[in-house]
């Protein structure tokens, strides 16, 4: 099981940027995607963009445009580039990987980095 750690959170006011990186410490190969879903309190946990391991990307519609999804293969690591945020995009930002992550089926999850943006 993979085991991942996330970096980048913060608090930004509106229009702001941020970046943030997860880096997968205990893998056997690269055949895995990588993800990045959001939380808001009290509401439920979103996807919000993925990347595969050949490098197609989808991401929710909510951010098309303003956040970007990469990886390294070469170093277990992607990253989510935040630009334009909004106050709807504040909440705790969750790495995931997993081989059917296109059908949210998570194998492993970070423990999350905050995200709070301010009007």
């Known amino acids: 099981q993979a085991q991942l750690a996330e970096s980048g959170g913060g608090s930004v006011q509106s229009g702001g940027s941020l970046r943030l990186t997860c880096t997968n410490s205990?893998?056997?190969?690269?055949?895995?995607?990588m993800g990045w879903y959001r939380q808001a309190p009290g509401k439920e946990r979103e996807r919000v963009a993925v990347i595969t391991s050949w490098g197609t990307s989808k991401s929710a519609d909510s951010v098309k445009g303003r956040f970007t999804i990469s990886r390294d293969n070469s170093k277990h690591t992607a990253w989510l580039q935040m630009n334009d945020l909004k106050p709807e995009d504040s909440g705790t930002y969750y790495c995931?990987?997993?081989?059917?992550?296109?059908?949210?089926?998570?194998?492993?999850w970070g423990r999350g980095t905050q995200v709070t943006v301010s009007a």
């Open positions: 995931a990987t997993g081989t059917r992550l296109l059908d949210d089926v998570v194998d492993s």
């Open positions: 205990d893998y056997t190969s690269t055949s895995y995607s």
